[in-house]
């Protein structure tokens, strides 16, 4: 079954053209921006950032959902928090990273950031 690819348009360049963004690369730019943020160990149902780049980019969509109506952008997140960090802490973060990230690089504005911690990850508290 082929993949349902959803592009919004970001602007229109009139004689020149428009310029269209899929909403994979919109859930891609939310799922880096998550994952720099100190105490999120990965997006839910994703693997370790250092894996990443060796399976590529669009690795990092999964656990994130986009929704695009008329230019504005919500969107939900499934994280797994490493043990130990705040949670509110940690998701406010998240929640201005990826609003910020979403309306610099596509010019969409974004109305919501919904955060959904999926678990904690126990993985750096053994390490101790």
Do not use: P, W
Request: hydrophobic letters at 40%; glycine letters at 8%.
């Amino acid at each position: 079954m082929a993949e349902k690819r959803t592009t919004y348009k970001i602007q229109d360049l009139g004689k020149v053209g428009e310029v269209h963004i899929a909403d994979e690369v919109v859930a891609i730019i939310a799922g880096l921006a998550a994952t720099e943020v100190e105490g999120v160990a990965s997006m839910a149902g994703n693997i370790t950032n250092e894996l990443v780049s060796k399976l590529g980019m669009k690795s990092l969509s999964r656990g994130v959902k986009v929704t695009v109506l008329e230019g504005v952008v919500t969107v939900d997140l499934s994280l797994n928090i490493e043990y130990g960090k705040n949670v509110l802490e940690t998701s406010r973060t998240v929640q201005e990273r990826v609003k910020t990230s979403i309306e610099n690089m596509t010019g969409l504005e974004v109305a919501d950031v919904n955060i959904h911690i999926a678990s904690v990850d126990m993985e750096k508290e053994k390490g101790k």
